[in-house]
């Protein structure tokens, strides 16, 4: 049990922010189109019978997001906890307001861009065995090959990983893979949405595969379990502290930002999966 405790936890200071983090990397959706919008480009005449029979009992409000999201290529999947999620969303938005941006933008404050960045370097290169298995698990032998020459690299000319000499070579250019994208490559579908709380945006799926990931994290075994609970939020605040107002736009231009920050997700998701 008390292992279990601990994976717990570590698991909710990794990736604490990621609500936001992930929804920044994808384009963001507009979830509704306007009743005259609608008639315009989808005139009932031109509607197939077929889509009629499927869509007749549907609001309009309904229509419109279906119609939207079909424009936009987004893939959609099911919320059937909705309540749940908005709730989950509503209670990580006042996290993230109250006590993460805050957190970060004293941070930011206090400490130089280099030396953020040097920190932020450090843990991308430590969570390299995540990204190295998940390659060999998915058959890319070239891009694990690339993962470790990375890893070797950063961590001995790198100083640990605190340098990143290995941008310079194009070739070396990593490939964001974890265990939610492998099960993908497998045929493995997303599931249902989910948002967990402090976690933020997900599918079954995904949420499977982090709890995997988890045992290729080298701090999921740092002892004591406080001291992996620091590391954990110390890598989440400074990670944050970089990407600053980007919530705070992706908000601000959408009717809807749990639509939007769902979309996000998922166009993000899929994007990384063809990857």
């Known amino acids: 049990m008390r292992y279990i405790s601990i994976m717990l936890i570590v698991v909710a200071v990794y990736i604490?922010?990621?609500?936001?983090?992930?929804?920044?990397?994808?384009?963001?959706?507009?979830?509704?189109?306007?009743?005259?919008?609608?008639?315009?480009?989808?005139?009932?005449?031109?509607?197939?019978?077929?889509?009629?029979?499927?869509?007749?009992?549907?609001?309009?409000?309904?229509?419109?997001?279906?119609?939207?999201?079909?424009?936009?290529?987004v893939v959609h999947v099911a919320d059937p906890i909705e309540p749940w999620n908005r709730a989950m969303y509503h209670f990580n938005d006042k996290f993230y307001f109250w006590l993460l941006k805050p957190a970060a933008k004293g941070y930011r404050y206090i400490v130089p861009t280099p030396l953020r960045t040097s920190v932020k370097n450090f843990f991308y290169n430590l969570i390299a065995p995540i990204r190295l298995v998940n390659c060999l698990l998915q058959g890319k032998f070239n891009s694990a090959g690339t993962e470790f020459t990375r890893f070797v690299l950063n961590s001995t000319a790198g100083m640990l990983g605190f340098l990143d000499p290995a941008q310079n070579y194009p070739l070396l250019k990593p490939k964001e893979e974890d265990l939610g994208l492998t099960f993908a490559n497998y045929g493995i579908g997303n599931g249902f949405y989910?948002?967990?709380?402090?976690?933020?945006?997900?599918?079954?799926?995904?949420?499977?595969?982090?709890?995997?990931?988890?045992?290729?994290?080298?701090?999921?075994?740092?002892?004591?379990?406080?001291?992996?609970?620091?590391?954990?939020?110390?890598?989440?605040?400074?990670?944050?502290?970089?990407?600053?107002?980007?919530?705070?736009?992706?908000?601000?231009?959408?009717?809807?930002?749990?639509?939007?920050?769902?979309?996000?997700?998922?166009?993000?998701?899929?994007?990384?999966?063809?990857?």
């Open 194 to 275: 989910i948002v967990w709380p402090i976690l933020g945006p997900s599918t079954i799926r995904d949420s499977v595969g982090t709890a995997g990931d988890l045992f290729l994290n080298p701090i999921a075994y740092v002892r004591p379990t406080e001291a992996a609970f620091g590391i954990g939020a110390y890598d989440k605040v400074n990670t944050t502290s970089f990407h600053i107002g980007d919530y705070e736009a992706l908000k601000e231009s959408s009717l809807d930002p749990y639509i939007a920050i769902r979309n996000a997700y998922i166009q993000n998701r899929r994007n990384k999966l063809k990857e």
């Open 16 to 73: 604490t922010g990621c609500a936001h983090d992930r929804a920044m990397t994808a384009t963001d959706v507009s979830p509704t189109l306007s009743s005259s919008q609608n008639s315009k480009k989808y005139p009932e005449k031109d509607k197939p019978s077929d889509e009629k029979n499927k869509t007749q009992n549907l609001s309009d409000k309904d229509l419109n997001e279906l119609y939207a999201e079909a424009e936009a290529g």
